[in-house]
Structures are given as C-alpha cells and as structure tokens.
C-alpha cells in the first residue's frame, strides 16, 4: 500500500506556490533593475580598441539594448512572482491529492491565465532583443553594415508579435516562447564566442556575456529535466515524486524551478557585469577605430 506523504497533497491548484520559488524571482527582478540602475549611475570607461564593426552598431549599441532586455526580464520575473505567490491557482478549481477531490479556489478567485498572459506578453520583445545583440557581438555587424539596423528592426516587430502571441494563447504558448528564449541564448552563446575570434576586441565582455548565457541555458535544462518528477503532474500520480532530487512540495522547500532561479540570478549578475566591459566610445569613426587598432 502506498504511503502519502504530506508534500503529496499540495499543487492543490496546479501551481506552485512556494515561498522559494517567488522570492528568488523578485530577486531575479531586482538584480535585473539593480543592474540598469548600477550601469546608469556609475558609467564604465569605454573599453579601448573599439571593435571594427562598432560604427556599425553605433546607433544601437549591444549595451542599450541589454539595458532594455534586463528592464523588461525585470517585468517579466515580477509578474513570474506574483503568479506564483498571488495569482497561484493554475486551475480552478484545483484537485487535491491523494483524495483526489475538488478544492475550489480561496476567497472566489480565478485562474492565473491574464497573470501568464502578461507575463509572455513582456517575455516577446524581450527574448527577441537578443538576437540583434547576439549580431552586434559577433563582429559580423562590420562585415554587413547597413543589415544591422534592418536586422534590429525585424527583432523589434518579432519580438512585439511573440508577445501579442503569448499574451492570445496564454498556457498554450509557454513552450513556443520558452524555445524560442532557448534559441535566443544559445544563439548569444556561441555567437559573442565568435566576436572574440572575428576582431579579437571586447574579449572579457563577451566571454562574461557568453558564459552567462550558457549558464542559464544549463539551468533552463535542469528545470524542464526534472519538471516531469518534481512538478504538480509528479504529486498528482500514483507514485508521487520517489524520483526529484528535491524537497520542495509546491508549497514549501526548494524544487526545479526555484534551482532555476538560481542559475537565472547567477546568470543576470554576470551580464550585468559583462555590459560594463562592452561600451564602446561613440564618438569613436571608422578612421578612429583603424587608429586605434594600429596604436594597440
């Protein structure tokens, strides 16, 4: 005969409401913003050779537009967190186990649906903006000179219809959105590896910037590895979660997604230390840049 243990009758709606898991996404949040504020208030030298391809970016340097993605990611894990804490009920009503009973939502509320909505709504642009910093990274943005800014603008109109597309499907467009964060990543990781062997400048920034996105991508693969054994889906079954690594129960202790908040707050710190090493001088020209190319 089975044993249920007290974890087993939590996810009572689908959700998981645990305080680990929300306040590391508040904090996801204020590393994001912390972050900006850091950048804005103690302006870092531009970093000398400037790159070749850096007249070509001029206009919207990678530093901006990690400025906008960290702004946005801040917005999309607070809303991850109030899910989580406030607006938790994945389903209403919710199904209690292992008695497998109907739990009606508290105090009249609804599901987390418009909370997920918003959520990918904002999750849209900014997954996309890494594409075009990923681009000016490479140092191939010199190669294609009047691409770049075509190329920024395409990821803007994505990113804007990833987001009208989340915010239409709600639940249904968390995987889409989720590979496609995916993709972005490694794109930024393999891409700003690139940039160091195509000009040889910027080279901490973009290793920093690069192993940050590969540390995410590593946790991003811990939370949906083990998502099947420590996830609501795990406690509603027969067998419960004899095979999570964890101890959290939807309601208390740590699980998947709080490990991943984890790599995602390590992650956010080491790209709010990269950008400081990837300004780039804009009163520097192209004549400029060959100049102090050749004094370097």
């Not at 949040?29 to 030298?45: E, N, Q, S």
């Amino acid at each position: 005969m089975l044993s249920f243990t007290h974890g087993r009758n939590l996810y009572r709606y689908d959700a998981d409401e645990s305080p680990a898991t929300y306040v590391t996404n508040y904090l996801i949040t204020a590393v994001c913003w912390l972050g900006i504020a850091a950048f804005l208030l103690l302006k870092p030298k531009p970093q000398q050779p400037s790159p070749p391809s850096a007249a070509a970016f001029a206009r919207a340097p990678p530093t901006m537009l990690l400025l906008i993605h960290l702004g946005l990611y801040g917005i999309v894990m607070l809303i991850g967190g109030l899910g989580h804490q406030v607006w938790k009920h994945n389903k209403c009503p919710g199904i209690e186990m292992p008695a497998n009973v109907s739990v009606p939502c508290p105090d009249g509320g609804t599901d987390n649906e418009p909370a997920i909505q918003s959520y990918l709504f904002f999750l849209g642009p900014c997954e996309f903006l890494l594409f075009p910093i990923s681009i000016a990274l490479s140092g191939l943005a010199g190669k294609c000179h009047g691409a770049y800014l075509p190329i920024l603008v395409v990821a803007l109109v994505l990113g804007l219809a990833a987001g009208c597309y989340g915010a239409a499907m709600g639940h249904d467009g968390f995987f889409i959105l989720g590979a496609l964060l995916a993709l972005n990543y490694l794109t930024l990781t393999v891409l700003s590896l690139v940039g160091i062997c195509v000009d040889g400048t910027l080279k901490l920034g973009r290793a920093i910037v690069s192993s940050s996105s590969l540390l995410l991508l590593v946790g991003f693969g811990i939370q949906v590895l083990y998502s099947p054994s420590c996830g609501s889906e795990a406690y509603f079954s027969a067998e419960g979660i004899v095979d999570c690594p964890f101890d959290g129960d939807g309601v208390t202790g740590i699980n998947h997604n709080f490990v991943y908040h984890v790599f995602e707050i390590i992650s956010k710190l080491m790209l709010v230390v990269g950008m400081r090493f990837l300004v780039v001088d804009p009163a520097d020209k192209p004549g400029n840049l060959e100049l102090g190319q050749q004094m370097a």
